[in-house]
């Protein structure tokens, strides 16, 4: 049985950076992509970026720039550097796991970025 438990969500300031990880247990193939989205008030669900093992990234146009994905493969642990944060990030943010064509979601963690 494979759980995500994302850590790092919180409340902070227009500006300020915070820094979300999400740690993977249980059988987790080598190969795989794990990754961030997140669901604001109201709205669906998007992505915001992914990382392959291999250490291939793809980001949202919309936090180019600002946000960083990481992972330490070791762990089986991704993280999401949020830097230059805006109201507008304000979301729960939901770790994703994908290997062998199988989805996999933590809970989600909320961010909240206030002026």
């Known amino acids: 049985q494979v759980q995500l438990v994302e850590y790092g969500g919180g409340l902070v300031q227009a500006g300020e950076s915070l820094r979300l990880s999400c740690a993977a247990s249980?059988?987790?193939?080598?190969?795989?992509?794990m990754g961030w989205y997140r669901q604001a008030p109201g709205k669906q669900r998007e992505l915001v970026a992914t990382?392959?093992?291999?250490?291939?990234?793809n980001a949202a146009d919309s936090v180019k720039g600002r946000f960083t994905i990481s992972r330490d493969n070791a762990k089986n642990t991704v993280y999401l550097q949020m830097n230059s944060l805006k109201l507008e990030d304000t979301a729960v943010y939901y770790c994703?796991?994908?290997?062998?064509?199988?989805?996999?979601w933590g809970k989600g963690t909320l961010v909240t970025v206030s002026s």
């Open positions: 990382i392959t093992n291999n250490g291939r990234t």
């Open positions: 994703y796991l994908m290997m062998r064509g199988m989805g996999y």
């Open positions: 249980g059988s987790i193939f080598s190969t795989n992509i």
